[in-house]
């Protein structure tokens, strides 16, 4: 098993111009999650699917979008970054319950400029 | 105020040390508990849970007190392969299981 997946690991954009970063896991989890992670900030939460055709803002939801294409999937778009976009952003997944692990993707670097 | 906080470090210790971290979260119907380990550009991974009682795996032992709000990480005989930094992690409760981190106390063990 991959666990999760997420491309790409590096991107380099200039202000305004859109991406979409893709995540994948293959442990049949429900539930999957962007992060993103600034020096000093911890990790926080961006968007959530609780589980296949559901999504949920997180704390940090502005300037983001993001689709739950299937139980595998789940991409968070950019539409016009912003250099406040400059993060590690990683992608995880859980199978919902309580007390549970949740699994991290490898992350992906993104600098905006 | 943060909902999790944590002292940054960095702690610097010798190998065969023993050292403390503590987390203050700030959420009173905070549910589960949770140390995460992060080694230089990589992503998180579980290190263990905390449970009321207190738990120990190995080296490494967690507590934590409800009343006080507090979470600590105790790890014992130090080994180079300790240095990373360590995220203390509390869930709330709702439809998924939202993880609030802290932001991480960096740990370097000296040889």
């Known amino acids: 098993n991959a666990g999760v997946t997420q491309t790409p690991k590096f991107q380099v954009l200039k202000t305004g111009q859109s991406m979409t970063l893709q995540c994948a896991q293959d442990m049949n989890h429900n539930s999957m999650y962007w992060y993103r992670q600034d020096p000093g900030m911890g990790l926080r939460l961006i968007y959530y699917?609780?589980?296949?055709?559901?999504?949920d803002k997180g704390e940090v939801p502005n300037g983001y979008n993001v689709s739950r294409l299937n139980k595998r999937e789940f991409s968070l778009r950019l539409e016009s970054a912003a250099p406040s976009q400059t993060s590690v952003y990683f992608c995880?997944?859980?199978?919902?319950?309580?007390?549970?692990?949740?699994?991290f993707g490898p992350g992906t670097r993104l600098l905006v400029l | 105020r943060k909902e999790v906080e944590q002292d940054p470090g960095p702690f610097n210790v010798p190998e065969g040390a023993t050292v403390a971290f503590n987390c203050t979260y700030s959420n009173s119907a905070s549910q589960s508990f949770f140390w995460y380990r992060q080694d230089c550009r990589k992503e998180p991974k579980l290190l263990m849970s905390v449970y009321s009682s207190g738990n120990e795996d190995g080296r490494f032992t967690a507590q934590l007190n409800r009343a006080s709000q507090y979470i600590s990480l105790l790890i014992r005989d130090s080994k180079l392969s300790d240095s990373a930094t360590y995220l203390c992690?509390?869930?709330?409760?709702?439809?998924?299981?939202?993880?609030?981190f802290g932001s991480g106390t960096q740990l370097t063990v000296l040889p």
């Open positions: 995880a997944s859980t199978e919902g319950r309580l007390q549970e692990t949740q699994y």
């Open positions: 699917s609780a589980s296949e055709g559901t999504t």
């Open positions: 992690v509390v869930t709330t409760s709702g439809s998924a299981r939202q993880l609030t």
